[in-house]
């Protein structure tokens, strides 16, 4: 086997891991907002509230907030599947241009997403990697 196949592979396989455990962090990171969405439900029970004051939240306070963390939540945990299925898809060697587009969008998140970003879009873009994502499928993949 060419030896500068044999880098790119093993470049693809550390890729993988490394997009697999960006997707790992960014299922907790993107679990934060769950502060928002307590806050928000406690404003909307009431539980918030001061006894002795006259003056209650507005429910559009509550709301907000939950809004608010159901949507970062739900943005977080979307990114977190769009990172897992880039690293399974460069093990599989498939779909090499949503890999780049993941990879730009790990370049909003640094530090570590953008030093990954910056990496798997300069393997992929070699000639011998985009062969390696053209070649016929091999079966079963390690």
Not at 6 to 27: N, P, R
Not at 79 to 106: E, N, P
Request: with cysteine; net charge neutral; aromatic share 12%.
């Amino acid at each position: 086997m060419n030896p500068a196949v044999s880098q790119d592979e093993e470049h693809l396989k550390l890729l993988a891991i490394f997009h697999y455990v960006l997707a790992g962090i960014t299922v907790l990171f993107s679990l934060f907002p769950v502060i928002h969405l307590i806050i928000g439900l406690s404003a909307i029970s009431g539980n918030l509230e001061d006894p002795s004051d006259t003056e209650a939240l507005p429910a559009a306070f509550g709301w907000f907030f939950v809004l608010f963390g159901l949507m970062a939540i739900a943005c977080g945990l979307i990114l977190a599947v769009v990172f897992f299925l880039s690293g399974r898809c460069l093990q599989q060697r498939r779909r090499r241009i949503f890999c780049l587009v993941s990879a730009g969008l790990m370049c909003a998140f640094m530090p570590f997403g953008t030093v990954l970003g910056v990496f798997t879009i300069i393997v992929l873009v070699k000639d011998s990697v985009k062969a390696l994502f053209e070649a016929p499928s091999r079966g079963a993949l390690e």
